[in-house]
């Protein structure tokens, strides 16, 4: 079993910020974050209230290292607001959680899943988001048993 | 998780971080991913890899995303480029689709656009190579368009077929009647680049001299009692497609000497018409005669038949090739299943025993004929043995309501048809010496069938 613990926050790197686009490049939040991972931890994710973006895409919801350590997810445009409806709590935590293991199932090495049911599956709107499955499917799961093995053991 | 290959895809932009945010973003996709940062670089990379698409900056130094592009498809014209700009102008998107570029997307993009585009150019290649794949199975197997069969010879003649094919050359398919003569025609035109053009059939035997004549070259209105309009026969409705000559063995003496002269000078005159029309059509044809035995006897022109067998195809009978009896059948089921809306099936041992002891001397279309038949009746959805009724074959037909005499006559007939009415071997196989067989003949009145009268 993994055990799961909170650290302090961390303030965004002033640097990520893009001005023209005002939005946050997750790469370089990524690269701060490596500076912070603990001794005894696998695995570091970030979650954060900023819109995300990478160069040449308009927005991400997340990034990941595939294979690596370090995560990042952004609640900005899995809440209901910025679609302009009524906040709706329960979805964005089901939205946030679906994420946070889409984005570390990537650090564990995986690739996007061609299976509808798989938490894995390419989500690039948030009806993607909230159309594919919740876990794993077996296939992803044992590739994150076996590579999580390996890094223990590593 | 998939275990098929790779798909490649080869980033080329002079912004360091362009390279790598679009790798790190397209491998999360399960992509093989390599960026370079210039196009001269590309197209050092360009033989190292199968690559399936390539996505390039259009504003580089040097060499610029459109120029970069019309070198690649000099050395791989089907590589799919797509142009990526930070400057949205209207011209330039219209110019890279005119080059050739797959599509145009403007910086930064939309992740779910370049997603969806990508995932439809992964799935077309798929979709490509599969189908390519599928061709050659179903070539190297056992089909030519509609004939089925896992028999040696008829591989061979499958194969044969392909190749002739695509030539012009006269193709002469010999074999008994319902061994799949038209089929292996219709293959040949469906192989062919003649393919969009028609295939025309005609069948010799079935039609008079003069009215076979008019329906090969047509007539101009008036040319006889009964011509009201112009009417264009069967070789000028074949231009540029294929004529199907079926039972060429069947037709006189003056429409041989009539079809030679189209051949060797590839143009025809209307029926009462003076205007020479020139002909581009591909002609084939088939016959269930001997016809080396009909040039012996003067009823066939050596010369048109030389002709006609540029290239000769023999379809061996179905007896010859009994493992494809149950290959047919199952055809012939599903095909029949379609037709009639059944949902038979298969088809029971016992009917298979019965259906593979059969000699079949109508082959493959008397078998289709007995499926056919055994399908309507069939009450289950298996044929069983009492689904299938074989036809009587000519020897014991309603032998109770015949003489003894009348028996003797048609068992003689069929030994000498045989025996392409040789005597001698006749009447070994009656067991009866020459003479007595000589007297049965004219006892009989019995006549070679399709023998010219005796002058």
């Known amino acids: ?154 | 998780m998939t275990m098929e290959k790779k798909v490649n895809i080869m980033v080329v932009d002079d912004e360091e971080i362009v390279r790598t945010s679009l790798t790190g973003w397209l491998e999360e996709d399960g992509y093989h991913v390599e960026a370079v940062e210039s196009g001269r670089k590309a197209l050092e990379r360009l033989p190292e890899r199968d690559w399936d698409l390539m996505l390039v900056d259009l504003k580089m130094p040097g060499m610029d995303g459109i120029q970069l592009m019309d070198e690649v498809h000099k050395t791989a014209p089907e590589l799919l480029v797509i142009i990526m700009t930070a400057y949205a102008t209207v011209d330039t998107a219209v110019k890279a689709m005119k080059k050739g570029a797959y599509d145009y997307f403007v910086k930064p993009f939309n992740p779910d656009d370049i997603s969806l585009t990508i995932r439809k150019i992964v799935d077309h290649h798929k979709l490509v190579q599969e189908n390519l794949f599928l061709r050659k199975e179903l070539k190297k197997q056992y089909k030519l368009r509609d004939m089925i069969s896992k028999n040696e010879k008829m591989l061979e003649i499958f194969d044969l077929a392909r190749t002739v094919a695509k030539s012009s050359s006269t193709v002469l398919i010999q074999g008994e009647s319902g061994t799949g003569k038209e089929l292996l025609a219709r293959a040949i035109h469906d192989e062919s680049p003649r393919m969009d053009a028609p295939f025309i059939s005609v069948s010799c035997a079935s039609l008079t001299e003069s009215l076979l004549e008019s329906e090969l070259f047509g007539h101009e209105k008036g040319a006889f009692t009964g011509a009201t309009a112009l009417n264009r026969g069967k070789l000028e409705l074949a231009q540029d497609g294929t004529l199907f000559l079926d039972e060429i063995g069947d037709i006189s003496l003056k429409l041989q000497m009539d079809l030679l002269r189209v051949l060797e000078q590839k143009e025809f005159r209307r029926v009462g018409g003076s205007e020479l029309i020139p002909i581009n059509s591909r002609i084939l044809a088939a016959t269930n005669r001997d016809l080396a035995a009909a040039i012996a006897e003067e009823r066939f022109r050596a010369d048109l038949y030389y002709r006609l067998n540029v290239i000769s195809i023999h379809i061996p009978p179905l007896r010859e090739r009994r493992e494809d009896i149950p290959l047919l059948v199952d055809h012939f089921i599903e095909k029949f299943n379609i037709e009639m809306g059944k949902e038979i099936r298969g088809i029971s041992e016992g009917a298979v025993r019965i259906l593979m002891g059969n000699d079949w001397p109508g082959n493959a279309r008397e078998l289709r004929n007995v499926i056919e038949r055994a399908v309507v009746v069939a009450k289950g959805n298996i044929v069983t043995e009492s689904d299938i009724t074989l036809p009587s074959t000519t020897s014991d037909a309603n032998h109770r309501t015949k003489s003894l005499e009348e028996i003797e006559m048609a068992h003689i007939r069929v030994v000498l048809n045989d025996n392409q009415w040789n005597i001698v071997r006749s009447a070994q196989a009656l067991g009866i010496d020459r003479v007595t067989l000589y007297n049965k003949i004219k006892k009989f009145g019995l006549k070679k069938e399709g023998a010219p009268p005796k002058r």
């Open chain 1, 1 to 154: 079993m993994a055990t799961v613990r909170t650290m302090p926050p961390i303030p965004v790197p002033p640097e990520s910020f893009e001005a023209r686009r005002n939005q946050y490049y997750s790469t370089r939040i990524l690269k701060e974050m490596l500076g912070e991972v603990p001794q005894d931890a696998l695995k570091l994710l970030g979650v954060t209230d900023k819109d995300l973006c990478i160069p040449i895409l308009t927005y991400v919801f997340g990034e990941a290292q595939v294979g690596g350590t370090a995560a990042v997810v952004s609640l900005a445009r899995l809440r209901q607001e910025h679609y302009g409806l009524t906040p709706d709590r329960p979805l964005l935590l089901e939205r946030l959680r679906k994420e946070c293991l889409h984005e570390l199932g990537h650090t564990f090495g995986l690739v996007h899943c061609p299976s509808m049911d798989c938490v894995m599956h390419v989500s690039n709107t948030v009806v993607d988001v909230d159309t594919r499955g919740r876990d794993f499917c077996w296939g992803c799961q044992t590739v994150v048993a076996s590579n999580t093995e390996t890094e223990r053991r590593g």
